[in-house]
Each structure stands twice: as C-alpha cells, then as structure tokens.
C-alpha cells in the first residue's frame, strides 16, 4: 500500500510531460460576487484577471468563478481531457464556441447526477474537449460550497485511462484493508462484549465514508444519483466520526480514571458534533459546520495526545502504539487540514498523505487493543477459576426455591460481569446500580441478583464495594497527596462516611491507617 501511495505521489510530482501537464495557469478569471450574472455578460466583460499560480486559490467562497481559455492554446486541444482535481466539486460548466454566436454546453460536479456527467466514467469532475471549435474563447463557470483550491490538468485520453486504473486500485485496496478491520473489531465486540471494539469500528466506518465521499469514491461507487446526499454525506461522517473516536479515546485512555477534566471535555464535544449532525442535514449551505468539525479536530488532537503522553508517563505503557499511531496519523493530518483552511497549497502528497497512513494507524490501534486485553487473560483465567470454585461451594444454597437461571450460562455471566467491571470501571460512578448492571450483561435485575447470591455469595452492593476497595487501596498507595476524601468520590463512594466503613470492613484498617502502613513499607 505504501508503495503504490509511493507511486502515486511519483506521478503527481514528475515534472509535465505532453500526456499530462497543469494547465491552471493558461486561464483568466472573474468573479461573480452576485452569481447570477449571464453568460451573455460574461463574454462581453473585459476586466478578466490572469491566473499566475499553478492552482486555483479560492478557498471557500460563495462567489461564482468564471474561467476563460484560448481554444488555440496546446493543452486545450480536441480530444484532450481537462480534469477538475478535486473531487468534492459542487458544479462545472463548460461553455464550448460550436460557432460564432452559438455555445455548447458540458456538466459536471457532484450537485449533477453521476450518470449526467460529460464523463461519467471519470473519477474527477472533467470535460472532454470537443473536436471543433468557432471561436477564440471556451468559457468555465465554477460554484462550490466546498473548497475551489485545486489546479486544473490537460491529459490524453491514454494518460487519463492510466491514473483512473491506478487510482481505482489504490483505492478498493484501502477500502479492503479497512473492511477486515471492521469485521474484526465488530466480531470482538460481538464475541466478548468489549465496547471499545464497537467504538473502533464506528470509527473506522465513519472514516472511511468520510474520506471516500471527501475524495469522490462514494459518490462514484455507492450513490452516484444521490446529489444531495453527495452535498451533505462528506461533513454528515466527518463530524459523526468525532464522538465515535472521542469516545473510543474515553474508554482507552481510561480518561475518567486518569484525568477526569479532559474528559468531561472530550464528552462535552462528542456530544456536540452528535448534534450538528442534524442540523447539517437541515441546513443549507454546510460552511458553517465544516468549520466547526476543522477547528474540533485541530483543538483536539494536542489535547488527546497530549493526555495519552502523560498517561504514558505515569505507567500506562500499553498505550505506546496508541500514541505512535494515533500521533502520526493526526499530525500527518494537520497538513491536510491547513490546506482545507487554505493556509497551505494544494498538492497530491500532503492532500492524500492521511488517507494512506489511516489503514497504518488503524493497524497500530486494533493491534494495540488487542494487547491490551490479552495481558488481562491470566487475569480472566483467574476470574473463572474463581467462578468455578464459588459456584461449586455456593451449589449447596437453597435459597432461590425456583430459579430464574435455568435457561442463562452462569459461567458465562459472571465472566462478562468480571470483564465489563474491570475493564470498563463502571463502579466508579456513584450512580451505579443492579439495572445498570443487569443491562450490560444481558440479564433481568432479578437474574442479576441471583447470579450474585447464589453463585458468589454477595450482594451487588458488596460485589460493587469490592472492586471500589480496591481502586481505592491503588489510589492511597499511588496518590499520596491525593486526599481521603477525593479518593471517596472518584473511586465511586457517595461520602467520606461511607468510604471509611466500608473499607475498615473489607480491610480491617481505616483508609489513613492503610495508606500510613504502605508508606512506612516503602
């Protein structure tokens, strides 16, 4: 996959050649703050501007640009293709002399049905340069709620059947990649439950829907008729992919546990772009929004890997691919995110660069994940022996008379209790209770609680306390300037009462005499 991102950016960065050069520079433009000037106007204006640079450089604008080229010029010979290099265009027209009073016109862009396209076949909006001409001057007109910061090339019809084999490649095999990562993070998740894995593939799907509509490929592939949903599905991904990815930086960094106000920020801003996401289907012109989900991403991103680093730093080490990856991938990204604000130039490296290093970093994640829950299996190993024996000793109990279990995998239960508690560290919040409980695991609150009485012996309130003493003895141990009672409230205790008394009775000391007794070890 590198090698052909390889090939690609060797293509698009080897000096012109007749079957594919840069023709931006051959045009003059005007613009059209009203949009709504004629094209009869048009011909007769006379204030046209030369294009001095080797790409258009409108950034985003609500203005329409007209574009203005010599027939006679080389590279706008019949027969050769003009290609829009970007594939988020909204509309193209080409206004094309058949003879001195009459124009032909060509359409394209994605506000136009795939199928309605000049060339349909293309996977960037273009024109085929027709074979005759009577007159000086072809005519362009641009609009685009998107960004108009691209160059525009002159190729033969060889040289563009050539890029479109290369690019189509390049991208079923990232979309292939991409697909045995979902399938793979939704069987975890399916398989053991872990939410983390869910979280992950929603990412990953809404990434990749995200970057295919940006760069064309959806609309081509998945709803080339669908012209409105083309307009809003680019920004729909992008912005739903921010609380899918906040929430899986949540759960992975352990955030509540480690740093409790980044991630209330974290939370706050998911929830956010979860809202915006309507209102951009609602909405007219989506500029508005864009913004908003560019300046998240660029807040975001120091803030995430600024935390990961300092939960490195205080232990964590298992999150070290997370930081390589998750680094990576992001700062490679803040380039293409400089060019979408119009801070830096187009060009194909740093515009595709973070669509080749996604598979790379969702590689590095899934790896990542699939580390961390395999240092816990001597972990769960020890939790189902455990649930082994105390099922064995707790077969004796009489006290369900008629059993609300006989149809669930008891085993299999308590498993998946164990794992959603240690894992997840839902006990953390006060709020925790037996219908909370009961849904993660699948079971009635009445199953719940006879899987707890009868096979281990505790009630879900000692079950809870149980995991709650001993985060806390972490904390006395880890955290010695941390108060008694902060470590009360964040180890999930509603008061500093009921945090002595139950601690006292789980460990025989109160938690000042506990952590008085560690200090004087060390």
């Known amino acids: ?259 409790p106000r980044i991630d209330r920020i974290l939370l706050i801003i998911g929830i956010v772009a979860l809202l915006c996401v309507p209102a951009i289907l609602i909405s007219y012109t989506t500029k508005i929004f864009s913004r908003i989900a560019t300046y998240i991403y660029l807040f975001s991103i120091p803030m995430i890997l600024g935390t990961g680093i300092q939960i490195y730093f205080k232990g964590e080490k298992r999150i070290l691919f ?22 830096l130039p187009y060009s194909t490296p740093l515009l595709y660069s973070a669509v080749f290093i996604f598979p790379i970093d969702l590689f590095f994640l899934l790896f990542n994940l699939l580390q961390k829950y395999e240092k816990l299996e001597g972990e769960r190993n020890e939790i189902l022996h455990r649930i082994i024996t105390l099922s064995t000793d707790a077969s004796k109990s009489t006290r369900y008379a008629k059993s609300k279990l006989n149809s669930v995998n008891t085993e299999k239960s308590l498993a998946k209790l164990e794992s959603w508690m240690r894992e997840t560290k839902p006990y953390l919040d006060e709020k925790l209770d037996l219908e909370i409980a009961s849904l993660a695991i699948g079971l009635t609150v009445q199953q719940t609680s006879e899987l707890l009485n009868s096979k281990l012996g505790v009630s879900f309130r000692g079950y809870l306390n149980s995991f709650r003493i001993t985060e806390a003895k972490r904390f006395l141990k880890d955290k010695p300037e941390t108060s008694i009672l902060s470590i009360a409230y964040d180890t999930g205790f509603g008061s500093k009462t009921a945090f002595n008394v139950e601690f006292k009775k789980a460990t025989g000391q109160s938690p000042l005499q506990y952590r008085q007794a560690v200090d004087s070890i060390e």
């Open 1 to 259: 996959m590198f090698f052909l991102f390889l090939m690609l950016t060797g293509i698009s960065c080897t000096p012109d050649h007749p079957g594919d050069h840069n023709v931006t520079n051959l045009f003059e433009f005007f613009l059209d703050p009203s949009t709504d000037i004629s094209f009869d106007q048009i011909q007769r204006q006379k204030s046209w501007k030369q294009i001095s640079k080797t790409q258009l450089s409108f950034n985003f604008t609500s203005d329409v640009i007209w574009l203005r080229g010599k027939t006679g010029e080389g590279g706008f010979s019949p027969d050769r293709i003009l290609s829009f290099e970007w594939k988020a265009l909204d509309s193209a027209i080409l206004y094309y002399p058949v003879n001195r009073k009459e124009f032909q016109t060509f359409e394209t862009g994605d506000t136009v049905p795939k199928s309605k396209w000049t060339l349909p076949e293309a996977l960037y909006p273009g024109f085929k340069i027709p074979k005759h001409s009577e007159g000086s001057y072809f005519y362009i007109r641009l609009q685009s709620k998107s960004l108009i910061s691209f160059p525009i090339r002159s190729m033969e019809e060889r040289s563009f059947n050539k890029r479109m084999i290369l690019e189509t490649a390049i991208t079923w095999l990232i979309l292939g990649v991409c697909a045995v990562m979902i399938v793979f993070a939704l069987f975890y998740y399916f398989a053991f439950g872990l939410s983390e894995f869910f979280f992950y593939a929603g990412y990953v799907v809404c990434t990749v829907l995200w970057y295919n509509g940006q760069y064309g490929n959806a609309y081509d592939v998945l709803w080339p008729e669908s012209t409105w949903w083309q307009n809003k599905a680019i920004l729909v991904f992008a912005t739903l992919g921010i609380p899918f990815s906040f929430q899986f930086v949540r759960m992975f960094l352990n955030t509540k546990l480690h740093n």
């Open 322 to 343: 997370f930081l390589i990856s998750w680094g990576s991938y992001f700062i490679i990204s803040y380039n293409t995110i400089f060019y979408f604000l119009g801070i």
